[in-house]
């Protein structure tokens, strides 16, 4: 089934660890979205890919990394969380042939103590 | 600057009372506009493009370039409206550009 996915759902980690947050499309798309979203519920871009080997850093800075090795496959780095990191993070992928839509992921929520 | 602007963060309404929200933009092409609807514990989707003029769920939007808005409607505000009401600016071949969302809640 075409869609959208993101793992994990939540993670709670302690300061100084490295993490991934993967996001995987089966809907063949070239654009692909990073968004963090805060607890006031604001959607921050932090990263955005045109395709394979194309990475851009959004509007917001971000400390953190992405790669784009495969089209299907996005996932964000970080290298040393920290509090700050904590919160909500969407990744999506952007139907440009057809309609135009950006299909969203559920969201992976991060917690850094 | 603000590409997409929400001026309210919260709308309260009851049910059944017409609903309004608010989105102006700021973009010197030919803008395409999206409002995306973010329901409780579900993912954020797509309500409606302005180029399919449509009408979704009874909402709908018209795209006023004199005005640069694309205000979001509904004549009868039924409770599970309740959500969060994105709505986004595509510039171009570029990307999508949101605004910081209308929490709108419907009240019995």
């Known amino acids: 089934e075409a869609d959208i996915y993101q793992t994990p759902r939540y993670l709670v980690i302690g300061t100084g660890k490295k993490i991934t947050l993967e996001c995987s499309q089966t809907?063949?798309?070239?654009?692909m979205y990073w968004y963090q979203q805060d607890p006031g519920m604001e959607l921050h871009l932090i990263h955005y890919s045109y395709g394979v080997n194309s990475t851009e850093k959004g509007d917001l800075s971000s400390e953190s990394t992405v790669s784009r090795i495969r089209t299907e496959h996005f996932p964000l780095t970080l290298e040393s969380a920290r509090p700050s990191h904590t919160s909500q993070y969407l990744c999506?992928?952007?139907?440009?042939?057809?309609?135009?839509?950006?299909?969203f992921g559920e969201g992976s929520r991060l917690t850094v103590l | 600057a603000q590409r997409v602007t929400q001026p309210e963060k919260l709308l309260s309404v009851f049910k059944g009372a017409p609903v309004e929200l608010k989105c102006n933009y700021s973009?010197?092409?030919?803008?395409?506009l999206f409002w995306y609807v973010q329901y409780s514990r579900q993912r954020l989707q797509l309500l409606l493009r302005h180029i399919s003029r449509e009408s979704i769920k009874g909402f709908t939007a018209d795209l006023n370039k004199g005005e640069t808005s694309f205000h979001l409607k509904k004549p009868f505000a039924q409770e599970e409206d309740s959500a969060m009401y994105y709505c986004?600016?595509?510039?171009?071949?570029?990307?999508?550009?949101f605004g910081t969302g209308t929490r709108l809640l419907v009240s019995p």
């Open positions: 999506a992928s952007h139907d440009t042939k057809n309609t135009g839509e950006l299909f």
């Open positions: 986004a600016l595509k510039e171009g071949f570029q990307k999508l550009v």
């Open positions: 973009y010197s092409g030919s803008p395409e």
């Open positions: 809907m063949g798309h070239d654009k």
